[in-house]
């Protein structure tokens, strides 16, 4: 009798386990139930260069959405970001879109700073003022041959 007492209980121990990895593994790779409580806004950068879909979307340091998808518009040649905002956020019209690096070789992630404008913007409005990632390898060569 004392030994199904004592399996009972490592069962019941590797069952906690198994959850607590289950939802870790959730939680950390970012899955969501569904797209529900947000709305999809667009931007277009000249490069979107290290931006990631799933990548996080930031208004003064707090999460606000993520980025949903990444395509090239081949009559522009700009990226186009579609971004998922949560429901409660209302972005004035003349917001303004930053991708930025988190930490020194961090992911990259955008940066929403929000305008003064009265106007909102409604879902699959464009967010026409941003500014895409800057290229270290850029500025070194512009610092190393110009004359």
Not at 55 to 79: C, N, P, T
Not at 104 to 121: N, T, W, Y
Request: without cysteine; aromatic residues 6%.
């Amino acid at each position: 009798m004392k030994k199904y007492g004592v399996e009972f209980i490592v069962g019941i121990f590797v069952l906690i386990g198994t959850a607590a990895l289950a939802y870790l593994a959730i939680d950390i790779g970012g899955l969501s139930g569904g797209e529900d409580d947000s709305y999809p806004l667009v931007a277009r950068f000249d490069s979107s260069s290290g931006l990631k879909e799933g990548a996080h979307i930031e208004i003064a340091g707090v999460r606000v959405g993520q980025v949903r998808s990444i395509v090239l518009d081949s009559d522009s040649f700009e990226s186009v970001v579609t971004m998922l905002i949560d429901e409660g956020i209302a972005l004035p019209e003349d917001s303004m879109a930053s991708i930025r690096t988190a930490g020194i070789i961090g992911d990259r992630f955008i940066k929403v700073s929000p305008g003064g404008a009265e106007e909102v913007l409604a879902a699959n409005d464009e967010i026409l003022e941003t500014e895409s990632a800057i290229s270290i390898e850029e500025l070194v060569s512009k610092y190393i041959f110009e004359e």
